[in-house]
């Protein structure tokens, strides 16, 4: 079964169209990214697979099941989206914030049982965050603070995490470490994750596919050593480029 499927999906806005009859098969269990250049219709294309933005035409499928047909609370617990931009934390505490993930399946008069006090410990433990549950979200590192917000995706109990440009604010220790975090989630216990980057050198380090896009249209999908070809990286950033190996590592360069 797929884990996303899109079949002539358009996004239009009055006087654009910023997804063009879009054809697309992800697949579960991977560490996918979504690259291209600015304005490309990578944000927007993972609003669309998270259910947050609706196609003009053309349909979307989960799991094989069509986003309009889940309901919203089946939504949220089968999909985390975590923006770009991250809604302000101001007061709270890293233990709250990762609460927050519990939302959904949270019983009668939103009160906290026993199975989501033990999701919402996992979840800081597998995100490397023990000790710091009383920490202010403020006071909290940029890879601290960016982890907080993944282990409250993982207290959501949801298989598939959808990331838009998780490591854009950070500095490059705290991308490697995000990164490192989701792929090694993904492989151990075999949560699929959409992620947003710009970075292409950090999605081939830490992803395993790639869908490329331009002007809202796919002109790459498969293996992340696709697209690590200098064909393949001038087709996308309209740039001529290198590739090298150095460890083991693939790496691109402008030329």
């Known amino acids: 079964m797929t884990l996303f499927t899109l079949e002539a999906v358009t996004l239009e806005v009055p006087g654009r169209r910023l997804i063009a009859r879009l054809d697309l098969i992800l697949h579960p269990g991977c560490v996918t ?31 094989g099941r069509p986003l309009t047909a889940w309901p919203a609370r089946d939504l949220a617990r089968a999909l985390a989206y975590l923006p770009q931009v ?52 403020d006071t909290l590192s940029g890879g601290e603070r960016q982890r907080g917000w993944i282990a409250m995706m993982l207290a959501q109990g949801a ?43 950090m999605a081939a380090r830490f992803c ?13 999908e498969g293996p ?9 990286l001038a087709r996308v950033y309209d740039l001529p480029m290198n590739v090298t190996t150095h460890a083991g590592h693939t790496f691109a360069l402008p030329a």
């Not at 199975?115 to 490397?128: F, Q, T, V």
């Open 159 to 201: 298989r598939t995490l959808l990331l838009d440009e998780p490591i854009s604010a950070l500095d490059i220790a705290h991308q490697v470490e995000v990164l490192g975090l989701v792929q090694r989630m993904c492989r151990e216990t075999g949560l699929s994750a959409v992620i947003v980057l710009h970075d292409v050198n």
């Open 33 to 63: 990214a979504l690259i291209g250049r600015n304005g490309s219709g990578k944000s927007t294309l993972l609003r669309l697979l998270s259910g947050q933005t609706r196609p003009t035409s053309g349909q979307i499928t989960h799991l």
């Open 86 to 137: 991250t809604p302000p934390a101001e007061g709270m505490r890293l233990a709250e914030l990762v609460t927050l993930g519990r939302y959904p399946w949270r019983g009668a008069l939103g009160r906290l049982r026993p199975e989501d006090h033990a999701a919402i410990a996992m979840a800081i433990a597998r995100c490397g965050l023990a000790g710091l549950e009383e920490r202010l979200v």
């Open 224 to 232: 992340i050593a696709d697209l690590m070809t200098p064909a393949a």
């Open 208 to 220: 395993d596919r790639v869908v490329a896009l331009v002007s809202g249209q796919r002109v790459l």
